[in-house]
């Protein structure tokens, strides 16, 4: 791979500014569409904020690879996203962005002299595997700081707000891994990441290998954005209105891609109605915005793999 590890940790960068850039990504927070309480601004500090963490995450990854991968450091990487943040944005802009990009960041880090994306997924889950308990005590800290939306009630042995978790994690010798697999059912990124990338290797980054040559960064932006929702429904969506909700959603997606072509007025048109209709009843894809900035990076990683940047 003709890619630094500085390298890799500006395309991280420059997949999250793309992706939050997409317009008009519907239900997320975009170029021309704020939030009440989140605005586009917010977004592009947090892209700045992450650039740090994404360094380290892929140098340590790196120079840990393969027989020092305790040593990575990926929950201080996270903790490091979203602490800078917070501090300056005092909302939740990059948790979830932080989960997939650090340890996928780190993962290519570790493959810079192998093939990237054929080594990526089986990587990645030695990595996480290989992490500390203070790895997971520092992703409890970030969960925590970002105080993510939805997870009050969710039946998770640890529970973020109780002030004793930290000892019992240390206590029970548990790390990121062991974290994820408990959070597996009801949250995605969480899935996503213990189970070796099932949406960004089936559905992210085919997408963006499929059309990046042929369209613009923008459209092809909204074509995976558009393809992760209509085949996977949104954990943030499903938590916050459930189920039946959040696969209505996923169909209103799906129709938009099977009746209208990629780039075209038509697709335009029916995107602008979805964002309407998202808005207005609050529905905020955020997760499914997480896994785009991830399958850009993959992708734009797996492009300039070659060729160097």
Known sequence: MNLSTQDIAKLGEIATLLEVSGYPKAGNVHRTRDFSDMTYEDFLISSACIRGPLNTAAYNGHKSYPYMLNQVGIGNCILESVRSTHNLTHTNTNLGISMLLIPICATFGALVDENPINNL????????????????????????????????????????????????????????????????????????????????????????????KDYSVNDVTLEVYLTILAYNTDTLINRKYGEQIAQNVSDKACEILQNSEIASSKRLKKIKEFDTYLRKNNYNPGTTADFTAASLFVGLVDKYSITGI
Request: charged share 30%.
């Open 121 to 212: 997924q089986k990587t990645l889950d030695t990595i996480i595997k290989n992490t500390e308990t203070e790895d997971a005590v520092a992703l409890m800290k970030a969960i925590n700081i970002a105080d993510a939306g939805g997870l009050d009630n969710k039946p998770q042995e640890y529970d973020v707000n109780d002030s004793n978790t930290l000892d019992e994690i240390r206590d029970n010798h548990i790390n990121i891994y062991d974290l994820l697999k408990m959070s597996q059912d009801y949250d995605k990124i969480a899935y996503e990441l213990v189970n070796e990338l099932p949406v960004i290797s089936t559905y992210g980054y085919p997408t963006y290998a499929k059309y990046e």
